[in-house]
């Protein structure tokens, strides 16, 4: 079998390699040349664990293959995904843009059956809009030839994705024929041998799935930073809470973890993309639009919180922060708290020390240099008024306190992601806030 990957992004790239590791034939198309010149190389345009060696590893067996030349892999392809990004407009509605270029020039070159399949978050609808830009195309060439379309959702994290893709909880793909179906189980059988299934359903049923997934996983999020806010008023604490609930299977344990609010390229954008379609045909998404303003507001929970120690006397105040990625085991700064929170300070006057094992250069590319970098987390604390945990990266879970201690000038620490000990820091003289304890 043979497939194409159009768009080398993080989800397109992901794919590709994985399908690759399995040994299916892939080449991965993009538009820009010197992404792909890199790719070559072996020079991965993300970070993910685990990626570079599998691409170097399929890219020597012949098996992964990168071309910006998508004309001539179409005939050569039984499957096209199309993977290109739908950045968010203005109002917040995904933009079908290269979508629907990638359509076209499916269309404009296809002489076979071939399987369009979408693999961008895409709104529904999107696959028949995919449909009617590849038959203009053969129309117009006056070809009447057979093709199918099919959406296949993924459910990628950042950090964790090659373990996702090859274990998956399960596979949804939506299609519109038996022998698109086929094709499909085909091709996803060497995933689903543990017994991980592929859960057939028309298309419109699918691309509703991925933003159903994305918004209830959002949901959880916010109603446990709304629940964990009202424990610091009650005087109850969270993480007692958390476990309580957690425990009931009906609940589950993951994904209520409270915290400084959703970031990622994800969340935010498929929680208004979701709003705004539902806005679109008249149906108001009443919970899902309190999930984003509770998501708002928690991300300024903690300057508020370090606003009120100092009581609003920060101006000239140096604060050390450990963590910008949105999460751990990425560079992603796409809708960080980091980034709120660093405006916040900047805009107060503060001098911001920061580190991160990896989203330095991410920072540097977004913010510039408007903060300082360090070159490691003691380094950021060095006469630091206060603390600031917002990512929480497993080398800042076991600190030394006691060299900390005497590095800071104010021994105060702001915990975004409640990963310390309160006792601990209490008896080291430390003053210690988090999310939903009343410390
Ligand atoms: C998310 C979904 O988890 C994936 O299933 C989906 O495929 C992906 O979006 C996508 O649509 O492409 P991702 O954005 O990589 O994946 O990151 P997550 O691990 O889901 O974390 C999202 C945010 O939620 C992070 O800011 C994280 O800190 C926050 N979070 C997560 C919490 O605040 N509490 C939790 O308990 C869990």
Redesign the pocket.
């Known amino acids: 079998m043979k497939i194409t990957i159009v768009g080398t992004g993080?989800?397109g790239l992901v794919t590709g390699t994985c399908f690759s590791e399995v040994g299916i034939n892939v080449v991965c198309v993009d538009i820009d040349q010197k992404k792909i010149d890199n790719l070559k190389k072996g020079i991965s345009p993300i970070y993910e664990p685990g990626l570079d060696e599998m691409i170097a590893r399929n890219t020597e067996k012949g098996r992964l293959h990168f071309s910006t030349d998508l004309p001539s892999c179409v005939n050569d392809s039984d499957v096209i995904f199309i993977a290109v990004g739908t950045p968010p407009d203005e109002d917040g509605s995904a933009d079908l843009k290269y979508v629907l270029d990638v359509a076209r020039t499916i269309g404009q070159h296809m002489n076979q059956h071939i399987t369009v399949v979408t693999k961008s978050?895409v709104p529904v609808g999107t696959a028949a809009k995919v449909r009617a830009a590849v038959q203009e195309e053969l129309d117009r060439r006056e070809l009447g030839i057979f093709f199918d379309v099919a959406s296949n959702?993924?459910?990628?994290?950042?950090?964790?994705?090659i373990n996702?893709f090859m274990k998956p909880d399960r596979i949804v793909v939506g299609v519109e024929s038996e022998k698109a179906q086929e094709i499909m189980a085909r091709l996803y059988k060497p995933f689903t041998l543990n017994g991980h299934p592929v859960i057939f359903m028309d298309v419109p049923s699918a691309e509703m799935t991925?933003y159903a997934?994305?918004a209830m996983?959002?949901t959880?999020?916010s109603f446990?930073?709304d629940i964990a806010n009202l424990c610091e008023i009650m005087g109850a604490d969270v993480n007692m809470v958390r476990k309580g609930i957690g425990s009931d299977t009906r609940i589950g344990n993951?994904?209520?973890?409270?915290?400084?609010?959703?970031?990622?390229?994800?969340?935010p954008k498929?929680v208004k993309a979701l709003i705004k379609t539902a806005d679109t045909v008249g149906y108001s998404m009443r919970i899902l639009k309190a999930v984003e303003a509770v998501n708002d507001d928690q991300k300024s929970l903690l300057f508020n919180k370090f606003m009120s120690f100092f009581t609003g006397d920060v101006r000239g105040k140096t604060v050390a922060i450990w963590g910008l990625s949105?999460?751990p085991q990425?560079d992603?700064m796409r809708?960080?708290?980091s980034l709120v929170i660093i405006d916040h300070l900047l805009k107060q006057g503060c001098r911001v020390k920061a580190y991160d094992p990896v989203a330095m250069h991410e920072s540097k590319r977004r913010i510039g240099e408007v903060i300082e970098y360090c070159k490691d987390p003691y380094e950021a604390t060095i006469d630091s008024d206060a603390l600031f945990l917002l990512?929480?990266w497993t080398e800042f879970r076991y600190p030394n306190w006691v060299v900390i201690r005497k590095l800071m000038k104010n021994p105060v620490i702001f915990d975004g992601?409640n990963i310390y000990d309160a006792v601990e820091l209490k008896s080291l003289d430390f003053s210690y806030f988090c999310v939903g304890v009343n410390t």
């Open positions: 993080y989800v978050t959702p993924e459910f990628l994290k950042e950090g964790d994705a996702d991925k997934a994305n996983l959002a959880k999020i446990m930073n993951k994904f209520i973890y409270p915290g400084i609010g959703y970031g990622g390229s994800c969340f498929d949105f999460k990425t992603d809708e960080a708290p990512t929480e992601r």
